[in-house]
């Protein structure tokens, strides 16, 4: 009797312990802010997050820097995503005031019309060199 009631706490503690697991969204849907400014660097920003294992779906505007992922948990998660788009040389927004800076040798490697650190490059973008130039 007593190694029948012994075989069936066990069970019963590898039940409920196995319950209490995580699941794991096999399409979970997150987003986040990486820093770019132009289509190719939508092309890189996207590129990266799709080669990371589980990732289905990937898509960053230009107008609001928001990437917007479809993944499988089970495969992969956020941070490596973000690992490799900091490998590319973007930057990720986290809050008003955290980021993760990607690597200077990274960052340099980009295109010179992508350097979203340097304010002359992305004014240049948003056109407002044009127009300084169109009124003098």
Known sequence: MKKIILVFSLFLIGFSVQSQ?????????????????????????????????????????????????????RKSDVATVQKNILAVGHDILLEEDKKLVAATEAYNSVHPCCKYREDEIVKEHNGELKKKKKTN
């Open 21 to 73: 697991e995580v699941k794991k969204n096999k399409n979970a849907k997150t987003s986040f802010k990486v820093d770019g400014i132009c289509g190719m660097c939508k092309n890189r920003i996207e590129t990266a997050a799709l080669k990371t294992k589980g990732v289905k779906f990937a898509v960053w505007s230009v107008e609001t820097h928001q990437l917007s992922l479809i993944m499988d948990e």
